[in-house]
């Protein structure tokens, strides 16, 4: 069984036209969009999540410049 709440919003007169209008294009009543466009929202707040920091270790330093193509072909192939 689908439970629904009545609620009352102060929406923009010219966003409550827009409304109006895409209901009608999409044969949907108002309430469906706004509760699309809601779960959109929320969905998209969920996975906004900061990311977690990449782990960073201790190389021991660089063992060839790359911008030295040869030295860079030495150390790939023990020349």
Do not use: C, W
């Not at 030495?74 to 020349?79: D, K, L, P, S, V």
């Amino acid at each position: 069984m689908f439970s629904h709440m009545k609620t009352t919003l102060n929406i923009d007169n010219s966003v409550m036209a827009a409304l109006k209008r895409e209901a009608a294009k999409q044969g949907r009543t108002m309430s469906q969009l706004v509760e699309s466009a809601l779960r959109l929202l929320l969905r998209s707040e969920k996975s906004q999540h900061e990311l977690p920091p990449l782990p960073t270790f201790k190389s021991g330093g660089h063992l060839v410049d790359v911008a030295d193509r040869d030295a860079l072909y030495q150390a790939m192939e023990g020349r």
